[in-house]
């Protein structure tokens, strides 16, 4: 199963450096028979974007944990066994938890396929994003519509070979 982890630049980093994804159960997020129901396609792509999607909403909800981090939302895409990502049956329906999975924990970064990655550019939207999240949570429109609007930024497609430059590591 493809599940999509969110992560921060600081937390890719960490990744790389420990070899590793989550160090015990993790949520991540993936094509589950709740996502598939809400957005009522058959389209696997279509359906993959939105686990990506609902990753990097996750992402942003970290961005807001960490004030120092480079304001840049980060997923990184990997296969697991299915037995390993586990949905839960009682928030299966709820809008919040679309597509969330845990996984048993910790995976080896070696098994990503991939990384998607906020470009530069993005970098103004996804903090006023970050800054207007608790204002959304609360119902406040304005403050949504600012928090969607960081969706407007396609995620950057990364190789695994790049994680280095995309942390700072690299030469």
């Known amino acids: 199963m493809r599940v999509y982890v969110p992560l921060t630049l600081p ?4 990744a790389y450096k420990t070899g590793e994804l989550g160090d ?14 809400w957005y009522l396609s058959d389209d696997i792509e279509e359906l993959e974007y939105a686990a990506l999607n ?7 909800r970290l961005l807001a944990g960490e004030p120092g981090a480079v304001r840049r939302r980060v997923v990184v895409a990997v296969d697991v066994a299915d037995r390993d990502a586990v949905a839960d049956p009682d928030r299966g329906l709820d809008p919040a ?9 910790p995976v080896a970064l070696a098994k990503a396929a991939a990384v998607h990655v906020d470009s530069v550019e993005a970098e103004g939207e996804v903090g006023e994003a970050v800054d207007a999240l608790g204002a959304a949570d609360q119902g406040d429109d304005d403050a949504q519509f600012i928090v ?19 942390v700072g590591l690299g030469g």
């Open 97 to 105: 938890a679309l597509g969330e999975v845990r996984v048993a924990g």
């Open 54 to 60: 609902r990753a990097a909403l996750a992402s942003l």
């Open 24 to 37: 015990g159960p993790f949520v991540a997020y993936a094509v589950t028979p709740a996502l598939r129901e």
């Open 11 to 14: 937390g890719l980093a960490e």
């Open 148 to 166: 969607d609007g960081a969706d407007d930024h396609e995620l950057l497609w990364y190789a695994t070979q790049e994680i280095p430059n995309l």
